[in-house]
């Protein structure tokens, strides 16, 4: 789990609390799928809240040293901490994993010039969807959807 600042390069302050920029908090299982939001803040209550939505009680957590991590122990989670000032890797507890879908998702969207809050979400989220099927043909999903959508609607598909 991790979370990161959208928004273009301005000056100074960067990072929490930097003007216009949204806070995203991501969460990513091991050689699995990804799951991003846009939040209001990074709050431990906000941050708790999303963990409590997408992992199961009990499951082994990692995370940086923020703060906002800390309430994880007393939720129900097993948490590891990363301390990046020693090290980024300790054995098995990482979470480059995430930061390398902050990297991927950062990259795609600077080749926008800029996005709109407005519309951030619906970005960040087929950001998500891409990276979750990096493997799959999107064409055949797509197709895939829309036979699926005109089959339950009761229209035959056949112009596919």
């Known amino acids: 789990m991790d979370e990161t600042y959208f928004g273009g390069k301005r000056k100074g302050k960067r990072g929490r609390g930097a003007d216009n920029k949204i806070p995203v908090f991501g969460m990513m299982e091991r050689n699995g799928k990804v799951v991003v939001e846009p939040v209001p803040n990074v709050s431990a209550e906000t941050l708790t809240g999303m963990v409590k939505e997408h992992v199961r ?23 590891i901490r990363i301390d990046h000032n020693k090290h980024f890797v300790s054995s098995r507890a990482y979470i480059n994993s995430i930061e390398g879908f902050w990297s991927y998702a950062k990259e795609r969207l600077a080749k926008f010039h800029g996005v709109s809050p407005e519309r951030f979400y619906f970005y960040i989220k087929e950001l998500e969807f891409r990276y979750n099927n990096r493997n799959c043909s999107i064409f055949n999903i797509i197709i895939d959807v829309i036979t699926n959508l005109l089959r339950y609607s009761g229209q035959s598909p056949i112009f596919l």
């Open 57 to 79: 009680p009990g499951s082994r957590t990692y995370t940086d040293q923020f703060r906002s991590y800390n309430s994880l122990l007393i939720k129900g989670y097993e948490h």
